[in-house]
């Protein structure tokens, strides 16, 4: 059974979280700290379908508790010490006698907790605390992630990638959409690639033409690479295995079953999302970051619009200066 691949991403990125608290000074570790309290509140909010909210943004520096919810009466500290000391200090802290109806819950966002939670802790106001289940760690927290249906663990990635962003392994299909994809993650996107051959005033006009307000912004960013990605194409049409035909034919697909389906704008990103979900789908694949796959597309899709293949051209529309 093969792993969900945004689990793959929220793997990677929690511990590169970790990485990171581990390495920073004291100064920045406070403002870490802080950034980590409201990481948790909306990220346990997601997971375990709690209404946590800060107490630090109410009142500074309350003893004992950085989380609360008082609807499903829980209180949480959030803490980079993960010592059985730590949570008896918590524990013993007087304000928690008025919270005697409250579970107590301690979140470790650096260390291993997996012996702290086969110890017995002192607990003079009696809050519920079962320490194998109120002790949370990355490990444990992978492991809750681990049994959800696809469609919650993927919300849960786009949270993670939202707040945390970065690289994360994930998937290509054994296909020509694939083999292209799989070639251009391998090229460095940056200004060393952008191509003079694309006639921006033209395509500025498409996008006017289109009234495409929202994906202008994509237009813009990924036109430049144009040249590029003829590049990669003309080399697989050399070899006869006449790839760009394949690909472009792929998009222009989705794009004729979706070009009714809404607003220019909520097309052009649904025929983004419906060539992720046929590289995804495939039985077949061979890992890759998932941002480059998002980049690989999102360039190709705007590629497409360039050269013509989806949505409508002005009168005389001419993408490509003379070279």
């Given at each position: 059974m093969?792993?969900n691949p945004?689990f ?5 990125k929690?511990?590169?979280l ?9 100064l920045?570790?406070l ?8 990481f948790?509140l909306?990220f346990f909010n997601?997971l375990y ?7 630090n ?12 919810d008082?609807?499903?009466k829980?209180?949480?500290?959030v803490?980079?010490?993960?010592t059985?000391?730590?949570?008896e200090?918590a ?17 470790s966002?650096?260390k291993?907790?997996t ?11 009696s809050l ?5 289940a ?11 992630i681990?049994?959800?249906k696809a469609?919650e663990i ?7 990638k939202?707040?945390l962003?970065?690289e994360?392994d994930v998937v290509k299909?054994?296909s ?12 460095k996107?940056?200004?060393t690639?952008?191509?003079?051959s694309v006639n921006?005033?033209?395509i ?14 994509i237009?813009d960013?990924?036109c430049?690479?144009?040249?590029k ?8 049409d050399?070899?006869?295995?006449n790839?760009?035909a394949?690909?472009l034919?792929s998009?222009r ?6 070009k009714n389906?809404?607003t220019?704008d909520?097309?052009?990103q649904s025929?983004i999302?419906?060539?992720?979900e ?17 980049l690989?597309i999102?360039?190709?899709?705007v590629?497409?619009f ?11 529309y ?6």
């Amino acid at each position: 059974m093969n792993r969900n691949p945004y689990f793959d991403y929220i793997d990677e990125k929690l511990h590169v979280l970790v990485r990171r608290i581990e390495t920073r000074g004291k100064l920045n570790l406070l403002d870490l700290h802080l950034h980590s309290e409201n990481f948790y509140l909306h990220f346990f909010n997601l997971l375990y379908g709690y209404r946590l909210e800060n107490l630090n943004s109410k009142l500074q520096n309350v003893e004992a508790i950085d989380l609360i919810d008082h609807t499903n009466k829980i209180i949480i500290q959030v803490s980079a010490t993960c010592t059985k000391q730590k949570i008896e200090s918590a524990l013993s802290k007087p304000i928690l006698n008025n919270y005697k109806n409250y579970s107590f819950k301690f979140i470790s966002i650096s260390k291993d907790a997996t012996e702290l939670r086969k110890k017995a802790f002192k607990n003079p106001y009696s809050l519920t605390f079962a320490p194998i289940a109120d002790i949370f760690d990355i490990a444990s927290l992978l492991n809750d992630i681990l049994i959800k249906k696809a469609e919650e663990i993927q919300v849960i990635y786009k949270f993670i990638k939202d707040e945390l962003g970065g690289e994360v392994d994930v998937v290509k299909l054994d296909s020509n959409l694939a083999s292209v994809i799989n070639t251009l993650s391998k090229e460095k996107w940056d200004e060393t690639n952008e191509s003079e051959s694309v006639n921006s005033f033209e395509i500025e006009r498409k996008i006017t033409h289109n009234d495409l307000k929202d994906s202008k912004e994509i237009i813009d960013e990924y036109c430049v690479f144009y040249k590029k990605v003829d590049e990669k194409y003309s080399e697989f049409d050399t070899l006869g295995v006449n790839k760009s035909a394949s690909v472009l034919r792929s998009i222009r697909k989705e794009y004729l079953n979706l070009k009714n389906s809404g607003t220019p704008d909520t097309v052009f990103q649904s025929v983004i999302e419906k060539i992720k979900e046929k590289v995804l789908e495939s039985p077949n694949f061979e890992r890759i970051p998932i941002d480059e796959l998002e980049l690989c597309i999102d360039i190709l899709v705007v590629d497409a619009f360039i050269r013509c293949k989806i949505f409508e051209n002005p009168q005389n529309y001419n993408y490509a200066t003379s070279r």
